[in-house]
C-alpha cells in the first residue's frame, strides 16, 4: 500500500467525552487532519493506514494501562507516536515515566497541572519536531510567568527559522511592530527579549532530545552552529561542551535548571530597563 505524504496523514484521537473531543480538535486542526474514535473497536481499523499520531483520553472508558501495548500490538512496527491525555487523578497512568521508558508512549499530558492545548499541537507537527517542540513548551512554562504562556507558545510552535520580531509581528491580526510592543510592554518584557528565550529554549531543548546524555560537545544538529554557540554563551555563560559535562555530571535536570535560571534573569533585565 503507498505512503500517504506526512501532511495528509491523520492524528487519530481516541475520546468519549465531547468536550475534550472539541478541545483536542480545536488544538489539533490548525496543524493535521482529525478522526476520531469513540471505542477501541472503533479505533483498530483506522490503525491500518498511515497516522501522524494516536491522541487517547485516558480518562474512563479508556482508563487502562494496557492499552498503549494493545495499539502497539496492532500497528505493529509503525512508528507512530502515543500520547495519553489523562488527569493526575487517573491511576491508571500514574507511572508515566515508566510508559515512556518502555516505549509503549511518548508522552503523558496532564490536562489540570499542564498547558494541554499546546503540548497537543506540538505532538501534532511534522516527523521529529514533535518531541523538541513538545520540551521547549514544557520549559517555557516552567520558566516564565503564566501571562507570557501565550506568547511564547505562539512562538515555539513554529519552525526556528521565523523566529525573529519581523515574522512574529507579520502574523499579528494587524502585522503591526509598534501594536506587539505595547502589548508586551503591558507585561514588562519586548518582542526581541521573548524571542530570545524562545531561541534559548530551542537549543537547549534541541541539544537534550536529540543528544540525551550520549552528547558529545557539539551542536551538530543544529541549522546554525555558530548562532546556537554564541546564544547559549550569551545567555546560560555555557558552550556546548560545558552542557555535555553538565549533562553527564548533574544530568538533564541540571540543564533545565540552569535554563530556568537563565530565562529569569533575561525577563528582569528587561523589566529593570523598563521601569
Known amino acids: 500500500m503507498p505512503q500517504a505524504p506526512e501532511a495528509e496523514r491523520p492524528v487519530l484521537v481516541l475520546a468519549e467525552h ?19 474514535a469513540s471505542s477501541e473497536h472503533e479505533l483498530l481499523p483506522l490503525l491500518h493506514r498511515p497516522a501522524r499520531l494516536v491522541l487517547v483520553h485516558g480518562a474512563p472508558p479508556f482508563d487502562d494501562h494496557r492499552l498503549p ?8 512496527d509503525a512508528p507512530v507516536p502515543i500520547v495519553i491525555v489523562a488527569s493526575s487523578r487517573e491511576a491508571a497512568w500514574s507511572d508515566a515515566a515508566a510508559l515512556i521508558e518502555a516505549g509503549l ?23 521529529d519536531r514533535c518531541r523538541q ?28 527559522a521565523d523566529l525573529t520580531v519581523t515574522a512574529w509581528a507579520s502574523r499579528q491580526h494587524d502585522h503591526s511592530r509598534f501594536a506587539l510592543h505595547r502589548e508586551l510592554a503591558k507585561r514588562g518584557v519586548s518582542p526581541s527579549t521573548l524571542v530570545d528565550v524562545a531561541r534559548v529554549l530551542n537549543v537547549v531543548t534541541r541539544v537534550l532530545v536529540r543528544g540525551g546524555t550520549r552528547l558529545k560537545g557539539r ?3 543544529l541549522p546554525d552552529v555558530r548562532s546556537a554557540r554564541r ?4 545567555t546560560l555563560g555555557m558552550s556546548p561542551s560545558d552542557m555535555t559535562q553538565l549533562v553527564r555530571d548533574q544530568g538533564p535536570d541540571a540543564v533545565r535548571d540552569r535554563t530556568r535560571q537563565a530565562v529569569g534573569e533575561m525577563l528582569r533585565r528587561k523589566e529593570r530597563r523598563v521601569r
Open 18 to 36: 465531547v468536550v475534550m473531543k472539541v478541545r483536542l480538535r480545536d488544538a489539533v486542526a490548525p496543524h493535521a487532519p482529525v478522526a476520531f
Open 69 to 76: 501495548t494493545r495499539l502497539r500490538h496492532v500497528m505493529r
Open 105 to 127: 508512549v511518548e508522552d503523558v499530558i496532564r490536562p489540570d497541572t499542564e498547558g494541554l492545548d499546546a503540548l497537543v499541537a506540538a505532538w501534532s507537527l511534522h516527523g
Open 133 to 160: 517542540k513538545a520540551a521547549a513548551l514544557r520549559l517555557a512554562h516552567q520558566s516564565v510567568p503564566a501571562s507570557l504562556h501565550t506568547f511564547l507558545e505562539d512562538l515555539l510552535l513554529r519552525d526556528s
Open 219 to 221: 551542536l551538530a544538529a
Open 231 to 234: 546564544l547559549l554563551a550569551r
